[in-house]
C-alpha cells in the first residue's frame, strides 16, 4: 500500500469517530500544522525521483483536498451537535435579539500562495523558506550584487539600527543560496514569503509578498523556463492559450536575464488575460549566473539552470480585481469580506477590475 493511501486510510478512520472540536483541532494540525504530515510532504517533493515526482504531487494534492473537506464537513457536524445540545439542556429566552455571526475570510495573499503553490507542486517543485532578517552576504553578495548597486543604499533596503550587517530581505532570492549551500544539485524549489523595500504609493507597499523559483540540473537552458513559465500562467489565469513574451532586461544574479509580459485587453471594464494585443509584465526571470553557482558552491561547469521572481500581491491583484495594494495591509474587515475567500473556497472566474 503506498505511503498516501496509508495516510487517507488512517485520517478517513480518524475522521468517522466520535469527536469533539479539540480533538478535531488536534487531526488538522497534525496535517496540515507548519511540521504537519501534508505540510512536510509538499516541504519533501524535491528528493523525490523526478519520474515519480508529478503523479506523487498530484495524489497529495488530491489527498489535500478531500482531507480539509472532510474536516470542514466534521466541523460543521460538531457546531450542529453542540447548538442542538444546548438546546435540548438550556432554557431559551425568546424575547432576547438573535446572535450575530461572522465567518471567517481567507486573505487574498493566502489564497493566491495556495494556488501558486499547488500548481508548481504539481511540476516537481518542493517549497522552502528562509528568514526575514537576512544579512547582506545572502541579501545581495552572493547573488553577484555589486558593493555600489543603488539597491543597498538606505533609501531602498531597511537596514536594522546599529547594524551594519543585518536587514529585511529586499527579495526571496537569499533562499536560493541557503537551499544550494545546505544540499547538492539537482534544486527544483520554490520559496514564497514577505519581503521589504522603502516604496509606498497603489501599486508597491514597504513589505510584500514574492515567490522565488530555482530548478538547477544538467543540461537545463531557456526552454526549460519558458515552458515552466507557460505551464504556471497557463493554470495560474484558468486560460488555454496565452500570449507570453520575453523582453531583454538585467538582473545581476541572472545571465541572460529577461522580463515577462502576458497578453491581455479591457473588455466591459476587465482584464482578460490571453486575449487582445495588449502587454503587461508580470515577472523577472533568467539563467543563474555562473558567479551566483560558484558562491553556492555550485560547479557552473556541470550544472545550470533558471531563476525567476514573482509578486504574490501583484498576481492576486491582476486575478481577483483588486485595484489598489495598500488595502491588503489595511486590516479593513469591510474590504476582506468582499475580497476574502471562505474555507476550501477554489475560485473558477476571476472578477475583474471593475471590482
Not at 513574451?245 to 482578460?272: L, N, W
Request: proline share 5%; net charge neutral; glycine share 6%.
Amino acid at each position: 500500500m503506498s505511503e498516501i493511501k496509508k495516510i487517507k486510510e488512517q485520517y478517513t478512520s480518524k475522521l468517522d469517530e466520535l469527536l469533539d472540536q479539540n480533538k478535531l483541532n488536534i487531526i488538522k494540525t497534525e496535517l496540515f500544522g507548519k511540521n504537519g504530515i501534508i505540510s512536510t510532504r509538499f516541504k519533501q517533493l524535491g528528493s523525490i525521483n523526478e519520474k515519480e515526482r508529478k503523479s506523487y504531487a498530484t495524489e497529495l494534492n488530491l489527498l489535500k483536498n478531500e482531507l480539509q473537506e472532510l474536516i470542514s464537513k466534521k466541523n460543521e457536524e460538531i457546531q450542529n451537535e453542540e447548538i442542538n445540545k444546548k438546546l435540548n439542556n438550556d432554557k431559551i429566552d425568546v424575547t432576547l435579539p438573535g446572535r450575530s455571526y461572522f465567518a471567517g475570510k481567507i486573505h487574498p495573499v493566502s489564497q493566491v500562495i495556495d494556488e501558486v503553490t499547488s500548481i508548481f507542486s504539481e511540476i516537481g517543485f518542493s517549497v522552502e523558506e528562509g528568514p526575514d532578517i537576512e544579512n547582506e552576504y545572502y541579501n545581495f553578495s552572493a547573488l553577484n550584487t555589486p558593493d555600489n548597486h543603488p539597491a543597498r543604499d538606505m533609501h531602498d533596503t531597511f537596514y536594522l539600527e546599529h547594524s551594519k550587517d543585518l536587514l529585511l530581505r529586499t527579495h526571496t532570492s537569499p533562499v536560493q543560496i541557503r537551499t544550494m549551500l545546505k544540499g547538492k544539485p539537482p534544486f527544483k524549489i520554490i520559496a514564497p514569503g514577505r519581503t521589504y523595500r522603502h516604496d509606498s504609493d497603489q501599486t508597491h507597499s514597504p513589505m510584500f509578498h514574492q515567490l522565488e523559483g530555482l530548478h538547477i540540473d544538467k543540461n537545463i537552458n531557456m526552454g526549460h523556463l519558458k515552458g515552466c513559465l507557460y505551464y504556471f500562467v497557463k493554470k495560474f489565469f484558468e486560460v488555454d492559450k496565452v500570449k507570453i513574451r520575453f523582453r531583454p532586461s538585467h538582473f545581476p544574479f541572472t545571465e541572460p536575464s529577461a522580463e515577462v509580459d502576458i497578453g491581455y485587453k479591457i473588455q466591459d471594464g476587465k482584464i482578460k488575460i490571453g486575449e487582445g494585443d495588449k502587454w503587461l509584465e508580470i515577472l523577472g526571470c533568467g539563467m543563474v549566473h555562473p558567479n551566483v553557482l560558484k558562491n553556492a558552491k555550485v560547479n557552473p561547469k556541470q550544472f545550470q539552470g533558471y531563476a525567476f521572481g514573482v509578486g504574490i500581491d501583484r498576481l492576486a491583484m491582476l486575478k481577483y480585481g483588486i485595484n489598489d495594494l495598500r488595502a491588503f495591509f489595511e486590516s479593513d474587515i469591510r474590504w476582506l469580506e468582499f475580497y476574502g475567500f471562505d474555507p476550501l473556497d477554489i475560485p473558477t472566474n476571476y472578477r475583474g477590475l471593475s471590482r
